[in-house]
């Protein structure tokens, strides 16, 4: 049983509204991830941080997208203004030492913006 | 552009049967070669990975073969079972610690009995 914890489950928006959705790391877990798979099963890296501090990230153009993993809160991603090309299933994970060790996933977010 | 690309897109194979699974790559840079695995409405879980010191790497039934110099691992999965029904992925890291896994296309498998 996966112990990143995602919420909400599900989130419908629609077209211009924010979406925000949260992910708690597994205890102890420095490392998070944040992924997007579309309907094709199509894996996008989004950003990952260490602690606070962000590692990597997308070109994120639009600056449709932040990402933030504050200290002893959980992390978030929001959307700034949902469009219906961002409906995916949002794939939080976390790692005790980056990607090359095992990633826990949680079950994601699937975001659909009508 | 850091690429993994897996084949086939899906694949059926009787019960007892090996299942084999391909994916390439371009980056020499990448340094990790895991495969995970995802069951309908699950999270992906990671099932074998590999590093480029071994070329061969076996977990019960589940075996990666790696060949450096072409730049393609494979997983076998052996005496395939209903339960081994999923959506397999390979991926690969470069950037150590501070990296990204880029995931391949993913197979669907589907094992009949």
């Known amino acids: 049983n996966s112990k990143v914890i995602q919420t909400p489950r599900y989130l419908v928006k629609g077209q211009g509204q924010k979406a925000k959705m949260r992910c708690i790391p597994e205890?102890?877990?420095?490392?998070v991830f944040w992924y997007q798979q579309n309907k094709n099963n199509e894996f996008k890296f989004l950003i990952n941080f260490q602690n606070q501090e962000v590692l990597q990230q997308i070109d994120m153009t639009e600056k449709r997208f932040s990402a933030e993993c504050p200290s002893n809160s959980p992390c978030s991603l929001e959307i700034q203004s949902s469009e219906a090309g961002d409906s995916a299933l949002y794939l939080c994970?976390?790692?005790?030492?980056?990607?090359?060790?095992?990633?826990?996933f949680g079950h994601g977010t699937k975001l659909s913006v009508l | 552009q850091q690429q993994v690309r897996q084949s086939p897109q899906s694949l059926t194979v009787w019960e007892g049967e090996t299942a084999i699974l391909n994916c390439s790559y371009e980056d020499s840079t990448f340094d990790y070669f895991p495969w995970y695995h995802q069951f309908p409405g699950e999270s992906p879980a990671l099932l074998i990975a590999i590093r480029p010191v071994s070329n061969k790497k076996e977990d019960g039934r589940f075996t990666i073969f790696f060949n450096k110099r072409e730049k393609k691992f494979s997983l076998h999965i052996a005496d395939s079972q209903p339960g081994d029904s999923a959506t397999y992925f390979c991926a690969a890291n470069t950037g150590g610690l501070s990296g990204k896994l880029t995931f391949g296309e993913g197979t669907q498998v589907t094992v009949i009995s």
């Open positions: 205890k102890g877990h420095p490392v």
């Open positions: 994970a976390s790692s005790l030492q980056g990607a090359n060790e095992r990633l826990f």
